[in-house]
Nanobody, 118 residues
Framework: QVQLVESGGGLVQPGGSLRLSCVGS????????MGWYRQAPGKQREMVAT???????NYADSVKGRFTISRDNAKNTVYLQMNSLKPEDTAVYFC????????????WGQGTQVTVSS
């Protein structure tokens, strides 16, 4: 059983910063992809950033240069450092892990609200 718990969301002014954390537990395995998705009201869920167990990173164009994804394999944790936040970054942010095994599976956290507003 895999469980993901996000933290770090909240209310921040435009131009501010937040750091999201996601701690995984259970049978994650050593080969996997961890990442962050977000969903704003009335919009589809979109990929924000992903990072593989080999540290291959991809960002959505809208966050390049502002967000940084990282992971700590020893702690089964993935982070999302968000700088220069904009109102359009407002969304529920979801942590996800994709296990790369004989039965690759996606696991999702419950989400954490990020609100960027003055």
């Amino acid at each position: 059983q895999v469980q993901l718990v996000e933290s770090g969301g909240g209310l921040v002014q435009p131009g501010g910063s937040l750091r999201l954390s996601c701690v995984g537990s259970g049978s994650i395995g050593s080969r996997n992809i961890m990442g962050w998705y977000r969903q704003a009201p009335g919009k589809q869920r979109e990929m924000v950033a992903t990072i593989t167990s080999g540290d291959n990173i991809n960002y959505a164009d809208s966050v390049k240069g502002r967000f940084t994804i990282s992971r700590d394999n020893a702690k089964n944790t993935v982070y999302l450092q968000m700088n220069s936040l904009k109102p359009e970054d407002t969304a529920v942010y979801f942590c996800v892990i994709r296990t790369i095994t004989w039965r690759s599976t996606d696991y999702w956290g419950q989400g954490t609200q990020v609100t960027v507003s003055s």
